[in-house]
């Protein structure tokens, strides 16, 4: 399981419902610092905090408990992304701006925002590989943006379709209740597809002053630890971030980690790299693994990594492995990749 952290908000809460369904707050803990749980500036360990799940899951008896606990969370709670969403003037500005700050809430995952043609997808990704979300993360981030898309807009935001990587589960009767909309197992991400025009929708709250306010705030909270020497991993994991939302330049990932460019080049100079080959390998290990993705076509695995067209993503994708991507997708599993996805 890859590193990280999440805010001791959410660990608050997911205690707060099981102690209502009767789960005594000490045998759900286990080994969970009481100062990090009390703390709402806390932060606890990524892998604790799954614990925690699997603990409330098997305790509660509820295989849909991190559904029903997403739902019943009061706008507010989470803070700057709750109310930067709401001043934001529509969707698309607000979840483009929740994308930038995710990690305030975890720092294990990231969120991407994207628009494609008549479609809006809003997807939870692991830096390395978007299937290695566990099931309850997947289910608790997806239920609690929904509920705050309802929020802010006062309108019906059920989405298109609910993308989700792992296995169908034995009951998905509450999958239609929360969603509204049709749930796809076993696919290559997780996110929620929304048809694009719900994404224009005027907010009846929009602020744009306090909007710029709350995410200059937001952008000075994640900056607190750029001010230390930043790991080659955890620039690498925003430059995932940032290629995913097509902002790949050195200015760019200088904007979302806090820090002046000549700054951040020097870190990653002192690490023995350069900023065009750490993109350059983003790229390549992104692109192994989006091929393998049965859903993804090569066009829309070269839009997905900041490529104009076709044409650049096979000429690069050439220079790293000394083949075109078509040929890659020859040496996959047959079965994996259907016919209309292998050109």
Known sequence: MRPGSVTAITPQILIQECSRQGVSKETLLGGIPHEAIHSPSGQIPFETMCALWENALRLSGDPMLALHVAEKIPFGVYRLLDYMLAASATPKEGLFRNSRSFNIMNNAFVIVFRLHRDLAYLELHSPRNPRHVPRPYVEYIMT???????????????????????AQPRS???YGRIFGARVRFNQPVNRLVFGRQFMDIPHPLADPELCEVLEYHAQRSMAGSSEQKYPLEEIRKALV???????????????????????????????????????????????????????????????????????????????????????????????????????
């Open 144 to 166: 609690l943006y929904l509920a705050r898309l309802g929020f802010v807009t006062q309108a019906n935001c059920k989405p298109f379709e609910v993308h989700v990587t792992y």
């Open 172 to 174: 998905v009767k509450e």
């Open 241 to 343: 971030h940032n290629l995913a939302n097509a902002r790949a330049t050195l200015g760019d990932l200088s904007v979302e980690l806090g820090l002046s460019s000549r700054s951040l080049q020097r870190k990653i100079l002192a690490s023995g790299m350069t900023f065009r080959r750490l993109l350059d390998g983003v790229r390549q290990e992104r692109a192994t693994h989006l091929l393998q993705n049965a859903g993804l076509s090569i066009k829309e695995i070269a839009s997905m990594l900041n490529f104009s067209d076709i044409s650049s993503f096979s000429h690069a994708f050439c220079r790293w492995t000394g083949s075109t991507p078509t040929d890659y997708r020859k040496t996959l599993q047959p079965e994996t990749i259907p016919a209309r996805h292998r050109q």
